[in-house]
């Protein structure tokens, strides 16, 4: 059980475009997901609380209108990079807690975004 | 506010000696404490965690660690690795009653064959 699915696991796009990425919680529902950027060989940086039905809330220094987060359901959380630009490059992962637990984050795959 | 050390970036061991990887933190409240293992390009799995009672805990993949209060450690040890531990390792705090996860930079562990 709690399983997290994300996808794309990795997607290439040209600098100026936009793109999405989805976290689903498989088998449970999540009032809360967050996202974290991790760049080579360092550790998660959160980047963005989501809660389900309500606008996300951002870490200090991450664009909101650049990295729009979505959370419509209680299994479905998206992170779109808007306007994406090579710096943008990264490995995305999402974590969802499950509604009623005990706050323990159950991550996703990640998604391997690059900008060329 | 809390903050996680992991003094070793890389750890390099031979293949069936013992590991203990080092995570030190501060917190002025209570913490949970966690360790996650994350392989190449994957996301990360929970390989133990300290919530309350004994202060030893066992994982998966016969990973063991020692939550210290007095010393604020929770370093993550195994007896005899195996090749297939090669991988990067998170220790990571979260207040009780709250969500967010802080995590350290990470280790290195890589067996040697």
């Known amino acids: 059980g709690a399983v997290v699915s994300q996808h794309p696991s990795w997607v290439i796009c040209k600098s100026g475009t936009s793109v999405k990425i989805e976290c689903r919680s498989l088998d449970f529902q999540a009032t809360t997901m967050f996202w974290y950027r991790q760049f080579p060989k360092q550790s998660l940086m959160l980047m963005a609380t989501s809660n389900e039905g309500s606008k996300a809330t951002y870490e200090q220094g991450v664009e909101k209108d650049k990295f729009l987060i979505n959370h419509a359901s209680l299994t479905l959380s998206t992170l779109t990079v808007t306007s994406a630009h090579p710096e943008d490059s990264s490995f995305y992962i999402c974590s969802a807690i499950a509604a009623g637990g005990s706050y323990e984050q159950y991550f996703g795959p990640g998604t391997r975004l690059t900008v060329t | 506010a809390q903050s996680v050390t992991q003094l070793d970036s890389q750890v390099p061991v031979f293949e069936e000696a013992p590991v203990e990887l080092r995570c030190n933190y501060s917190s002025s409240v209570s913490v949970y404490l966690f360790w996650y293992v994350q392989y190449p390009n994957q996301g990360l799995q929970l390989l133990l965690k300290?919530?309350?009672?004994?202060?030893l805990v066992k994982g998966i993949n016969g990973f063991e660690a020692e939550f210290n209060k007095s010393q604020t450690s929770f370093h993550l040890r195994k007896p005899s690795v195996h090749i297939s531990d090669t991988a990067e390792y998170f220790c990571?705090?979260?207040?009780?009653?709250?969500?967010?996860?802080?995590f350290g930079t990470g280790t290195k562990l890589q067996v040697i064959p």
């Open positions: 990571a705090v979260r207040p009780g009653g709250y969500q967010k996860v802080t």
């Open positions: 300290y919530l309350s009672g004994s202060t």
